[in-house]
């Protein structure tokens, strides 16, 4: 008994350690990379901002009129609104974005990530995710439930268009 | 056999750190309401807690709530 | 206990919520409770509301109301002799009991979660009044462990009436401090872990129930129910939540008690919910629990059922030695995204002869 609780004792402090969690999350500054781009569809001409949201997040169902309302006005030749939608069902996410076009809550092109590919290569460290990008570079990013993120986004832009015109 | 168990209990918190590392973008289960301790209705909890209250002489420990989505 | 009836639980309310579910909601509840022997029965109900401000505020406030009747174990003197006394029962008057409460919670830009909880109810001879602020610290970013915090005071008074065994009001308070951790275990379950200690200060006996004392001649004569008036407890909790798939959920909790009075108990509850058909949810619940009895209290059915002439000294049964069990059935029809209904039965019992049953229904509309 004594020799087998040692050995698990020793086990457990193996796996402690190999198993700490390394986190790869992309930041403002990162480059994403052509598939990913690809699969996102990124625009070369414009800023491009992207919310990752899902069914389930309360905080996303908040965020989503408010980007949808920035889009309405500054959507356009400069900037273009993507959603990606991480729930792992088709038929979830699609009958989420229905409920939420039909009550005017979504008006921007959404991806189906499905299979979580790429928010898995974004590895936000929280949800909902948002990042603004331009030239296929991470330029902004707001992670986690924001107060008044349409704000937030535009004062982004701004400073972006101040800065990189 | 003290010694390793002392271990033991140290390690466990890391060891679940370690163990559990679930993504933001993975809780959907976790963020159902049924996955919440007050369920999905917790006001069908609260007279429960009233009977408890004023027929048992033992109280407390009902929990603060917190961690599963952490969405919000 | 103040006395024999229900009394909202002011101190625990503030901490039994669960952590803020970010929807909008108004919710009414009904009650309908009643007790084996023509004891006590009481009708009521409870209205709640809950409201987001943007993504960082959220306001809880809500108000409850019973209509309490029937009557209680006690003692009364036996027919024809002046000092011998028999377990009657003590009739309670109709009384209505009306509560409140409301609280604010805030996020931080960490999401790290701060409440502030206020309550008060009052009826003919008690009132109660409670303040609670809690707080949910998430140890990461990632949001797997949560570090849990909540403290209330409460802050009580039984008024004296004709009725009641004390001439003057009485006061009593309870600070009460509880601190968790909230662990994500795989994208399934969770665990929770929390310790608890409360101070009770104060009066504490029951205002209507009396005791039998007999002094060093022999002499019996009625007196009010004594206790101490400090109660230190505490203890421990743990609980843990699974999701086996897509529409099968359980939990289950378990608490340790303890107190200086020389009570212990545990407590084990399970609970599961299952969507067994679209729109419908059952939710059956098994509740055990077992307590010791305090050092100063006796049965009525004990040999030595009466006290001395000095010294604490209770025969309120809620401070006894039992077992109890509640099975309990709710189901829920989700009629729509915004509305649902509920009803629940309830059937609980003591081992020590007490046994009670409560339907409550109501529904919750989210906006």
Redesign the interface.
């Given at each position: 008994m004594k020799v087998h609780l040692k050995r698990a004792t020793q086990g457990v402090f193996l796996a402690c350690v190999l198993t700490s969690p390394i986190s790869f999350a992309l930041e403002v500054g990162d480059a994403i990379d052509t598939k990913t781009a690809a699969a996102l569809n990124l625009p070369t001409d414009k800023v491009a901002v992207v919310d990752f949201f899902a069914e389930w997040c309360e905080s996303c169902r908040k965020e989503l009129p408010l980007i949808s309302k920035l889009n309405t006005r500054l959507g356009g030749d400069e900037v273009e609104f993507i959603g990606v939608d991480t729930d792992d069902s088709e038929a979830v996410a699609i009958a989420f974005q229905q409920e939420l076009t039909s009550q005017g809550n979504l008006n921007f092109n959404v991806i189906n990530d499905t299979d979580q590919s790429i928010v898995s290569t974004f590895q936000p460290l929280g949800f909902p995710a948002l990042y603004i990008i331009k030239n296929n570079k991470i330029v902004g990013a707001h992670i986690g439930a924001v107060d008044g993120i349409d704000l937030a986004i535009e004062n982004d832009l701004k400073r972006l268009m101040e800065t990189q015109p | 056999?003290s010694k390793?168990?002392l271990?033991?209990a140290l390690?466990?918190p890391?060891?679940?750190?370690?163990?559990?590392?679930?993504?933001?973008?993975?809780?959907?289960?976790?963020?159902?309401?049924?996955?919440?301790?007050?369920?999905?209705?917790?006001?069908?909890?609260?007279?429960?807690?009233?009977?408890y209250?004023?027929?048992?002489?033992?109280?407390?420990?009902?929990?603060?709530?917190?961690?599963?989505?952490?969405?919000? | 206990m103040r006395k024999p009836n229900l009394i909202i639980a002011t101190v625990g309310i503030s901490l039994l919520a669960p952590i803020a579910q970010a929807e909008n909601s108004i919710a009414w509840q009904f009650n309908q409770y009643s007790e084996n022997d023509d004891r006590i029965d009481v009708r009521g109900g409870a209205i709640a509301i809950k409201k987001d401000f943007g993504t960082d505020y959220e306001l809880s406030a809500g108000i409850d109301y019973d209509t309490v009747t029937g009557a209680t174990p006690s003692w009364v003197a036996l027919d024809g002799y002046t000092d011998q006394y028999t377990k009657g029962k003590a009739e309670l008057a109709t009384e209505s009991r009306d509560g409140a409460y409301a609280s604010l919670l805030f996020r931080d830009k960490k999401r790290n979660e701060y409440s502030i909880t206020t309550t008060y109810s009052e009826e003919p001879d008690y009132v109660a009044r409670s303040l609670a602020l809690s707080t949910v610290l998430w140890s990461d970013a990632s949001h797997n462990r949560s570090y849990n915090i909540g403290f209330s005071h409460a802050f009580n008074t039984a008024l004296a009436t004709e009725a009641t065994t004390h001439s003057k009001d009485e006061d009593d308070t309870t600070n009460y401090l509880e601190v968790g951790i909230n662990q994500v275990i795989n994208k399934n379950m969770t665990l929770e872990a929390s310790a608890y200690v409360g101070n009770k200060e104060g009066y504490q006996s029951n205002q209507y129930l009396r005791i039998v004392r007999v002094d060093s001649s022999g002499n019996r004569s009625l007196a009010a129910d004594s206790r101490p008036d400090e109660r230190l407890s505490g203890g421990i909790s743990l609980r843990a939540i699974n999701s086996w798939s897509n529409n099968f959920s359980t939990q289950a909790w378990y608490r340790y008690y303890q107190d200086d009075w020389g009570i212990t108990g545990h407590t084990l509850e399970t609970r599961a919910y299952w969507d067994f058909a679209p729109q419908w949810r059952l939710n059956p619940v098994l509740r055990l629990g077992s307590q010791s009895a305090a050092d100063f209290y006796r049965d009525y059915s004990d040999d030595v059922n009466y006290f001395s002439a000095t010294g604490f000294g209770s025969n309120d049964a809620r401070l006894g030695d039992y077992k109890t069990r509640t099975v309990q059935m709710n189901v829920e029809w989700l009629a729509s995204q915004e509305w649902s209904l509920n009803l629940g039965f309830s059937r609980y019992t003591q081992d020590n002869g007490l046994s009670a049953s409560w339907i409550t229904g109501g529904f919750v509309f989210r906006y």
């Amino acid at each position: 008994m004594k020799v087998h609780l040692k050995r698990a004792t020793q086990g457990v402090f193996l796996a402690c350690v190999l198993t700490s969690p390394i986190s790869f999350a992309l930041e403002v500054g990162d480059a994403i990379d052509t598939k990913t781009a690809a699969a996102l569809n990124l625009p070369t001409d414009k800023v491009a901002v992207v919310d990752f949201f899902a069914e389930w997040c309360e905080s996303c169902r908040k965020e989503l009129p408010l980007i949808s309302k920035l889009n309405t006005r500054l959507g356009g030749d400069e900037v273009e609104f993507i959603g990606v939608d991480t729930d792992d069902s088709e038929a979830v996410a699609i009958a989420f974005q229905q409920e939420l076009t039909s009550q005017g809550n979504l008006n921007f092109n959404v991806i189906n990530d499905t299979d979580q590919s790429i928010v898995s290569t974004f590895q936000p460290l929280g949800f909902p995710a948002l990042y603004i990008i331009k030239n296929n570079k991470i330029v902004g990013a707001h992670i986690g439930a924001v107060d008044g993120i349409d704000l937030a986004i535009e004062n982004d832009l701004k400073r972006l268009m101040e800065t990189q015109p | 056999m003290s010694k390793h168990l002392l271990i033991l209990a140290l390690c466990a918190p890391v060891f679940l750190t370690a163990c559990s590392h679930v993504q933001p973008w993975e809780k959907a289960t976790l963020a159902k309401s049924t996955m919440k301790p007050g369920g999905p209705v917790p006001e069908l909890g609260v007279f429960d807690q009233h009977v408890y209250y004023s027929k048992e002489a033992i109280q407390g420990g009902t929990g603060v709530g917190g961690g599963g989505c952490g969405c919000n | 206990m103040r006395k024999p009836n229900l009394i909202i639980a002011t101190v625990g309310i503030s901490l039994l919520a669960p952590i803020a579910q970010a929807e909008n909601s108004i919710a009414w509840q009904f009650n309908q409770y009643s007790e084996n022997d023509d004891r006590i029965d009481v009708r009521g109900g409870a209205i709640a509301i809950k409201k987001d401000f943007g993504t960082d505020y959220e306001l809880s406030a809500g108000i409850d109301y019973d209509t309490v009747t029937g009557a209680t174990p006690s003692w009364v003197a036996l027919d024809g002799y002046t000092d011998q006394y028999t377990k009657g029962k003590a009739e309670l008057a109709t009384e209505s009991r009306d509560g409140a409460y409301a609280s604010l919670l805030f996020r931080d830009k960490k999401r790290n979660e701060y409440s502030i909880t206020t309550t008060y109810s009052e009826e003919p001879d008690y009132v109660a009044r409670s303040l609670a602020l809690s707080t949910v610290l998430w140890s990461d970013a990632s949001h797997n462990r949560s570090y849990n915090i909540g403290f209330s005071h409460a802050f009580n008074t039984a008024l004296a009436t004709e009725a009641t065994t004390h001439s003057k009001d009485e006061d009593d308070t309870t600070n009460y401090l509880e601190v968790g951790i909230n662990q994500v275990i795989n994208k399934n379950m969770t665990l929770e872990a929390s310790a608890y200690v409360g101070n009770k200060e104060g009066y504490q006996s029951n205002q209507y129930l009396r005791i039998v004392r007999v002094d060093s001649s022999g002499n019996r004569s009625l007196a009010a129910d004594s206790r101490p008036d400090e109660r230190l407890s505490g203890g421990i909790s743990l609980r843990a939540i699974n999701s086996w798939s897509n529409n099968f959920s359980t939990q289950a909790w378990y608490r340790y008690y303890q107190d200086d009075w020389g009570i212990t108990g545990h407590t084990l509850e399970t609970r599961a919910y299952w969507d067994f058909a679209p729109q419908w949810r059952l939710n059956p619940v098994l509740r055990l629990g077992s307590q010791s009895a305090a050092d100063f209290y006796r049965d009525y059915s004990d040999d030595v059922n009466y006290f001395s002439a000095t010294g604490f000294g209770s025969n309120d049964a809620r401070l006894g030695d039992y077992k109890t069990r509640t099975v309990q059935m709710n189901v829920e029809w989700l009629a729509s995204q915004e509305w649902s209904l509920n009803l629940g039965f309830s059937r609980y019992t003591q081992d020590n002869g007490l046994s009670a049953s409560w339907i409550t229904g109501g529904f919750v509309f989210r906006y």
